[in-house]
């Protein structure tokens, strides 16, 4: 069974920071691209970013490139979101997802990724 399983949210003041974290299992996580998608109150699903299969790229929406950074170790099978100099329009449920090898224009499609976690909470308020 294909598991995505999100942590790391919470409540944080603006410019603060947080560390997400997706555990993968199921699958053969070395061999799928992952993205972080989010969706704020009241609005549609957002990609924020990206990781290729092997870590050797990474994409970025303009709205948090250079505050946000994303990671993944293979050998935990872990993708990671290091949110810095966070604001209040950062404030979403964050999802992460998972597509088999593909392109870079296919990484941000959203309609590619088969693989979604449950989510978690950062709400970013003073």
């Known amino acids: 069974e294909v598991q995505l399983v999100e942590s790391g949210g919470g409540l944080v003041q603006p410019g603060g920071s947080l560390r997400l974290s997706c555990a993968a299992s199921?699958?053969?996580?070395?061999?799928?691209?992952m993205s972080w998608v989010r969706q704020a109150p009241g609005k549609g699903l957002e990609w924020v970013s990206a990781?290729?299969?092997?870590?050797?790229?990474?994409y970025y929406a303009e709205s948090i490139k250079g505050r946000f950074t994303i990671s993944r170790d293979n050998a935990k099978n872990t993708v990671y979101l290091q949110m810095n100099s966070l604001k209040p329009e950062d404030t979403a449920v964050y999802y992460c997802?998972?597509?088999?090898?593909?392109?870079?224009?296919?990484?941000?499609?959203?309609?590619?990724?088969?693989?979604w976690g449950q989510g978690t909470q950062v709400t970013v308020s003073s």
């Open positions: 997802a998972a597509v088999f090898r593909t392109t870079t224009q296919g990484m941000t499609n959203l309609k590619n990724y088969p693989y």
């Open positions: 199921g699958f053969t996580f070395d061999d799928y691209a």
């Open positions: 990781i290729s299969w092997n870590g050797g790229s990474t």
